[in-house]
């Protein structure tokens, strides 16, 4: 069986980090997902694909990995960009800017 363990990224909508610290197991799909042709909805026979399972560490998710004899995928996470301007948004109004604000 098929899986694979990864790091989740920060979501687009936030600057925080929350949620990303743990690592996620997650099996391969093995059947093709169905279209009901009367309702529209989208169904499978394959149950692991909805398992999710969370790990503090990566060598923790490998051992677990090992042990149930998984092939395994690991993606390692991106690190944030260098160029990432210091202060924030605060610091747009600040009183001791420097440049002017504008739109």
Known sequence: MRARIYRPAKTAM???????????????ASSA???????????????????????????????YAAEKKLDVVVQEPHGRKANIRT???GENFATSRRQVWTH
Do not use: C, H, N
Not at 39 to 63: C, I, N, P, R
């Open 33 to 63: 997902r169905e279209v009901d042709p009367l309702m529209g909805w989208t169904s499978s026979t394959d149950t692991q694909s909805q398992v999710k399972m969370y790990f503090d560490t990566k060598e923790a998710a490998l051992e």
């Open 87 to 89: 202060g924030g948004y």
């Open 14 to 28: 936030s600057s925080g980090t929350a949620k990303t610290k743990r690592w996620i197991l997650e099996y391969a």
